[in-house]
């Protein structure tokens, strides 16, 4: 899928809290998180809206934040941004489940469930322009090693003799086809276990990111067109006219 963008403009005011959490709400249950995933997203999205409203602005300002919104074919993304109050997060309190309840801090808490139910959680100062909140969460797909557990019947009625038969002498380079993303995830696993960036072990987001143009991939493959190595170019935009050779 394209991404979809979307994005709500809200002044600082509680009331606003809970029409802000059933649009996240909504947004991640299309996305295609179940029903317990779309409440961990939201219960990080409201520790993060709520943290904003009460303690981004100076006490009885006035003012107005974003929330945006990225739905994309790996998962979703939503970006707080606000001018409120210089914050340093390198200063927040340090949520510690083991220690007494004493000893625990309300905020420390607040970003412990935001790091808990997201897969990124990060701040960003934009100086002028004031500070953005970025939070993550990709989708639980199945990782290539749980799909290499589980090959389905095509792989368990592989013979022997196939499984054994030499290396072809020669092979030919062309695009990834569509479908073909899995073939990635396999070749990244046996050569590299999980020692390789994490995307490519998750076949979907080889796929998407060939599709949105942030990567470019070429296969060998053999006579039979059996898929037989790997080679891409990853780009940090669609049109960057300089980009990196790897994977």
């Known amino acids: 899928m394209d991404a979809i963008r979307s994005s709500l403009c809200l002044p600082n005011d509680m009331a606003c809290l809970a029409p802000a959490l059933a649009y996240v709400a909504e947004l991640a249950k299309s996305s295609g ?21 009460r303690h981004g602005f100076a006490q009885g300002e006035r003012a107005e934040f974003q929330v945006a919104c990225e739905q994309s074919a790996t998962g979703i993304s939503f970006v707080i941004r606000e ?7 390198a200063r927040a309190a340090v949520y510690t489940p083991s220690a007494s ?12 469930l935001m790091q808990k139910n997201m897969d990124e959680v990060s701040f960003h100062n934009l100086g002028r322009d004031g500070r953005e909140l970025r939070l993550a969460r990709r989708h639980r797909s199945a990782r290539i090693d749980a799909i290499l557990r589980n090959p389905g019947p095509a792989a368990a009625a592989e013979t022997p003799a196939a499984r054994n038969a030499p290396a072809p002498a ?3 380079i062309r695009p990834l086809r569509p479908g073909e993303a899995i073939e990635i995830s396999r ?35 053999t006579a039979e067109d059996e898929i037989a190595g790997h080679l891409a170019l990853k780009m940090k935009a669609p049109d960057d006219p300089i980009a990196e050779l790897g994977v």
């Open 33 to 53: 998180f179940d029903d317990t995933e779309a409440q961990q997203i939201t219960l990080a999205m409201e520790e993060a809206i709520t943290n904003v409203i």
């Open 83 to 89: 001018k409120g109050m210089p914050y340093d997060p």
């Open 101 to 112: 309840i004493e000893e625990q801090s309300a905020s420390g808490l607040g970003l412990f």
């Open 170 to 172: 020669s092979f030919r």
């Open 187 to 221: 070749c990244a696993y046996k050569a590299y276990g999980y020692s390789y960036e994490e995307f490519i072990y998750y076949p979907e987001q080889i796929a998407e990111l060939n599709r949105n143009g942030l990567m470019q991939s070429l296969v060998a493959v």
